[in-house]
């Protein structure tokens, strides 16, 4: 059985009726970048979210770890309406969902320390009160995210890119939280680097059973990395269901065209510009790289294909 088939299982989040509305620059007609979206996501579920640059991927992420306000709809973690928190309750409540961004540097402060960025989550949840019990807890994550301790003192600037976006990933997790959303945590990185950076937030979700809402352009991550996917396109998800059903049997038709390749995922490369016969762009080494001891795996953090049969609308 795998979780998929957990009906009776209680939700670790349930996102209900959700909708953003940006007003539109100039004189043109508001933006619907998320469009009356619901899902649900088990405990460990890993929602690899996909769909064409500008289908509402990032504002969805965004309102689920409730950084951007809902015009519509609720956001239900571990039974906590976040969509009901303001000010001091958000804050602390904030311990438990985080988000990793896709610009390591463009996310960390180039003024403060490593230390200071990494234990920020703990100050302002005041989690941790004791300067010195958060600087042991810094430093058992800089182990954590395979960062030499010495980095403590360090500024990002003094960081490679990798380097940088273990850092966020240290910052994401420090306060122990439930539900991370990975907005791109790998595009801005190089080949080799996002492959490892890969792997660590696979060892990371297992062995701190986190639930992930991974956002990326690349269907073959998604793949390796997701049980379940979801498939956005114009600020609503067309299908979401397990990651072998989405990528084996699409049932709707913006699927089919997003994994022939007709349309294009990358960021700034408009729609239908890659011939069908394109390969997608990858983010992971195939072959034997690919297949070396504790490397990401096809189904990633579910052993056998998942049994459900897709999910036509959202759940
Ligand atoms: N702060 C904002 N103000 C105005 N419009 C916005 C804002 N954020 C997003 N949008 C618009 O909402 C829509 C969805 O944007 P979003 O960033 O969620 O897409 P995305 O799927 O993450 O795209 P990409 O793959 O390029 O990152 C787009 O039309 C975008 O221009
Ligand atoms: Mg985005």
Known sequence: MTRETGAQDMP???AEH?????AAQGRGSAVYAVNDVSLTLQH??????????????????????????????????????????????LRRARSKFQVVFQEP???????????????????????VRSAK??????????????????????????????????????????????????DEPTSSLDQTVRASILQLLVHLQRT???????????????????????????????????????????????TRSLLSAELSLTPGVPTRDLAPADPLPTDLPTG?????PGSVRPGGLESGAPELAVERNNR
């Open 44 to 89: 460990g579920d890993t929602l690899g979210l996909v769909g064409e640059s500008g289908s509402g991927k990032s504002t969805l992420g965004r309102l689920l770890a409730r950084l951007v306000e809902p015009d519509e709809g609720t956001v239900v973690l571990d039974g906590e309406d976040l969509t009901a928190l303001r000010g001091r309750r």
């Open 105 to 127: 540097y463009a996310s960390l402060d180039p003024r403060m320390t490593i230390l200071q960025i990494i234990e920020e989550p703990l100050v302002a949840t005041k989690l």
């Open 12 to 14: 670790i989040l349930r």
């Open 208 to 254: 701190k059973s986190l639930t992930f809402v991974f956002i990326s352009h690349d269907i073959h991550t998604v793949r390796r990395l997701c049980n379940r996917t979801a498939v956005m396109h114009l600020g609503s998800i067309v299908e979401i269901g397990p990651t072998e059903n989405v990528m084996q049997r699409p049932q709707h038709p913006y």
């Open 133 to 182: 019990e958060r600087r042991e807890r810094v430093l058992a994550m800089l182990d954590e995210v395979g960062l030499p301790r010495e980095f403590l003192t360090r500024k990002p600037g003094a960081l490679s890119g990798g380097q940088q976006q273990r850092v966020g990933i240290a910052r994401a997790l420090i306060s122990e939280p439930t539900f991370v959303v990975l």
């Open 18 to 22: 959700l909708s953003k509305t940006f």
């Open 288 to 292: 034997a790289a690919a297949d070396a």
